[in-house]
């Protein structure tokens, strides 16, 4: 099976897809219907773990924006649990957002396949956020036509979904069109980092090394 490999195995922001999860839970029960608790325990840290993944990652922005992101548009690149598809459940996305929308962010979300009206069905569907949990949730959260247009005015990036398109924007533009400072939390670990840094974006990737500027914040 190729999905047995290094393939699965990338530091990110955590996995998502309804089979993954799904199959990981179906063993924790065989293992508890045979009496194997300790394996049952274990397998079921992957599901604990991969949930703490998203929440540590939007903590990560909160925390790097000093602390607050009331009112700041965050652009969001992905939406779709991985590139080349269109197929939402269990996004990791969709978890980290949710995080950054009760912190009173404005989200600007672009990805190439996924609908408005999916996005907001998985939201409502595995997160029960609505309008109604979460009013004026439609205004704090827009589409955008291209990445450039999600970017426009924000105070950062979260990159979510690791689509090819996105290793090859023009980030020096994007960067002329970000407020300042501009960071970048790359998601999937697939970005350039030091020739961002270079350009002056502040950047933050899952498992990657601090740099000396980047420390104590």
């Given at each position: 099976?190729?999905?047995?490999?290094?393939?699965?195995?990338?530091?990110?922001?955590?996995?998502?897809?309804?089979?993954?999860?799904?199959?990981?839970?179906?063993?924790?029960?065989?293992?508890?219907?045979?009496?194997?608790?300790e394996v049952s325990e274990y397998w079921h840290q992957v599901v604990l773990m991969n949930d703490h993944q998203k929440h540590r990652f939007a903590n990560k922005i909160v925390r790097t924006m000093f602390n607050t992101i009331t009112g700041k548009k965050l652009a969001i690149l992905g939406f779709a649990f991985k590139k080349d598809t269109g197929d939402t459940r269990e996004s990791a996305a969709a978890y980290v957002m949710k995080d950054l929308l009760e912190e009173s962010a404005r989200l600007s979300v672009y990805d190439p396949q996924v609908t408005r009206e999916q996005m907001f069905m998985e939201f409502d569907y595995t997160l029960g956020v609505n309008n109604t949990s979460m009013p004026g949730l439609d205004h704090m959260i827009e589409t955008a036509p291209t990445a450039m247009d999600s970017v426009?005015?924000?105070?950062?990036?979260?990159?979510?979904?690791?689509?090819?398109?996105?290793?090859?924007l023009d980030f020096r533009a994007v960067y002329a069109a970000m407020s300042k400072p501009a960071f970048i939390f790359d998601g999937r670990n697939i970005l350039p980092h030091d020739e961002l840094r270079e350009i002056g974006f502040e950047v933050y990737a899952i498992g990657k090394p601090m740099t000396s500027s980047m420390i104590g914040k």
């Open positions: 099976d190729p999905r047995i490999g290094n393939k699965f195995l990338k530091a990110s922001v955590g996995y998502g897809g309804s089979c993954f999860q799904k199959d990981i839970l179906n063993l924790v029960y065989i293992c508890d219907t045979f009496g194997l608790k426009k005015g924000a105070h950062a990036i979260a990159l979510l979904t690791e689509w090819d398109e996105f290793k090859t």
